[in-house]
């Protein structure tokens, strides 16, 4: 935890501020038992009204700072608090942007959300506490023993019984309960990740039936959950009456043996009364401090999982010194490369080489699980190849920085994503400043056109979020619309013609053709009619190349490919 306090800089005039009021309070609030006991034992006992209206009115000032600087530190310790929580979180979202699609597999998206959210809020929730017990609570606890040594020697022996015992008492409990913690979040992780998986999977959860099945999955977590939770509070529910116990019997035994004393005529009732109340801040500080003792912990835990965010360094960064991109041209060569995922025994893909020059369609054709995604992914950088080279305009991609190299690129994903928003935002989210007319062209061209006319406000129409109130094919060329406005150097199509009709295929890609005359086509594809025309067909197979060429170079040279061919095509179609 002691690393996030870091991040507290900025409000260190703020926590400067806090410590001064809760300083006065603290004294406030250590005064005003010693006023009381002169009252009581100059005023009360003889009779003298002047002196009690003028100390009572003393009194009443003093509860009134006292108050005053608990408000204000208060108020300033939540702002402290919460302004380091937004903080916090910005850093912990800046850094998970950077990420690359390791560190995202590596700690799971339910995870990063509860660590956004409610680990930082275990933290912030601390902080108020900290904030105004740190020193609060020492001053309160050190000075009542100090005071009520003062009032009466005697009778803090008593102290120094109970003390010890509440303070062992605090420290068993305590200890029963800070393992709890640490399991409560890891378990709030599970919860997050069945509520996401079964809301996100809900079509499919319904066509199968599975509904029962899911909600046990979700009750089980749930109560898991819930069966942890209610430990800890039962735990901490029976500190609240032990400590209660503690002061009632602290409190019997001051006024039994107080009162002894005052018969003795060795103690003043008003004393008495004060010790009281020094005995009663003392146990409540020490209260305080136990809180703070079992909360820490849980933030604590919370801690950690927000600095492994934090200081997981993602595999794919900018080069120091990057070179600069060169100008307009979208040349893309793979030399000899292979690549494997993380603890994959085999590799995705092996030995790739080929060169797509400018103006010229590279189409990659092969079974599902033949590694088409991963290879063209690696084009943009997501991931880094474990040997041979990729590069881009000549330059390996490792050199150049990953805005750069992306700019280049205009990249239609496996599965289309949209964000919620208008249809024009959407759009526009592959260039922010397109024009009206540029937006409107790129939806022409990816023949989205007419269906956005047809909806009810156009181009203006909202996408709920993650569009699911438009259909797979209208998505995927709203998200070929989105590449096409960037003008990129470079088109990457992911098997982005997979849910449209043959006919709408055939016109976008004739549409395509002119737009992407100067530019490096690649495309992914199921069909045989989609790459026929590509100046340069790949086959794969398991992650490694069986054929490069033109479609009738293929078809003679190339089994899998004619496989592929004459599952798709009739005979006369293939001659
Ligand atoms: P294609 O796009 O041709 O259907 P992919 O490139 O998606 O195939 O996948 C190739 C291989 O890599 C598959 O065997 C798959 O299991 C594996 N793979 C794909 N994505 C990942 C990933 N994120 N982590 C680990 N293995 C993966
Ligand atoms: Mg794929």
Request: glycine residues 6%; charged residues 20%.
């Amino acid at each position: 935890m002691l690393k996030l306090f870091r991040f507290l800089k900025p409000f260190t005039i703020t926590i400067l501020f806090i410590l001064v009021f809760m300083f006065g309070q603290a004294m406030a609030e250590l005064y005003l038992p010693t006023l009381m006991s002169d009252v009581v034992n100059n005023g009360m006992m003889n009779g003298d009204t002047r002196y009690i209206l003028k100390y009572g009115a003393f009194m009443l000032m003093v509860a009134l700072a006292s108050s005053i600087c608990s408000i204000l530190g208060s108020l300033l310790s939540a702002r402290a608090a919460v302004g380091f929580g937004r903080d916090l979180r910005d850093k912990v979202f800046t850094r998970v942007e950077s990420y690359s699609l390791h560190e995202f597999d590596k700690i799971g998206t339910a995870s990063l959300i509860t660590r956004t959210t409610n680990d930082i809020t275990q933290i912030q929730t601390v902080l108020v506490m900290m904030f105004r017990f740190l020193i609060y609570a020492p001053i309160m606890c050190i000075g009542g023993i100090i005071m009520a040594l003062s009032k009466d020697k005697t009778l803090t022996i008593l102290l120094a019984v109970v003390l010890p015992l509440l303070i062992v008492t605090i420290c068993i409990l305590a200890g029963i309960v800070v393992p709890y913690f640490k399991e409560l979040q890891k378990k709030l992780d599970k919860l997050n990740l069945v509520l996401r998986e079964s809301l996100i999977g809900i079509r499919v959860i319904r066509a199968f039936n599975r509904l029962e099945i899911e909600k046990r999955r979700f009750e089980d977590t749930n109560r898991d959950l819930t069966d942890t939770s209610i430990r800890v509070n039962k735990i901490m529910a029976a500190m609240q009456p032990i400590m209660m116990i503690f002061m009632n019997i602290t409190t019997v035994a001051i006024i039994w043996f107080g009162g002894l004393r005052i018969n003795e005529n060795q103690m003043q009732i008003g004393d008495m009364m004060a010790f009281l109340q020094y005995a009663m801040q003392i146990m409540f500080s020490l209260i305080m401090v136990s809180m703070m003792y079992v909360m820490v912990p849980r933030a604590q835990a919370s801690a950690v999982r927000i600095n492994e965010v934090l200081d997981m360094e993602p595999e794919i960064i900018d080069p120091e010194q990057a070179q600069k991109p060169v100008k307009k041209r979208g040349y893309v060569e793979f030399k000899n490369v292979t690549f494997s995922y993380p603890g994959a025994e085999q590799p995705a893909i092996s030995n790739i080489t080929f060169a797509a020059s400018p103006g010229e369609t590279t189409a990659i054709i092969g079974g599902t699980g033949s590694g088409k995604s991963t290879l063209i992914s690696l084009i943009a950088r997501f991931y880094d190849v474990d040997s041979g080279s990729v590069l881009v305009d000549g330059k390996d991609v490792r050199e150049l920085t990953q805005k750069d190299l992306r700019a280049k690129i205009g990249f239609v994903p496996q599965t289309a994503v949209l964000f919620s928003g208008t249809i024009a935002e959407n759009i526009r989210y592959g260039k922010e400043d397109a024009t009206d007319e540029e937006v409107r062209h790129a939806a022409e061209v990816a023949q989205a056109s007419e269906f956005i006319s047809g909806m009810k406000d156009g181009y203006n129409s909202v996408i709920a979020q993650g569009g699911t109130n438009i259909s797979g094919g209208q998505k995927q060329r709203l998200s070929i619309a989105r590449a096409l406005v960037r003008r990129p150097e470079i088109y990457v199509f992911d098997d982005s013609f997979s849910a449209l009709d043959f006919k709408t295929d055939a016109r976008l890609r004739a549409a395509l053709k002119k737009e992407t005359d100067d530019a490096t086509v690649i495309i992914i594809a199921q069909r045989v009619s989609t790459v026929m025309d590509a100046d340069r067909i790949i086959v794969l197979d398991e992650g490694e190349v069986v054929g490069i060429g033109a479609h009738r170079a293929l078809l003679k040279t190339c089994g899998v490919y004619r496989e592929i061919v004459s599952s798709q095509l009739s005979e006369e179609e293939i001659a």
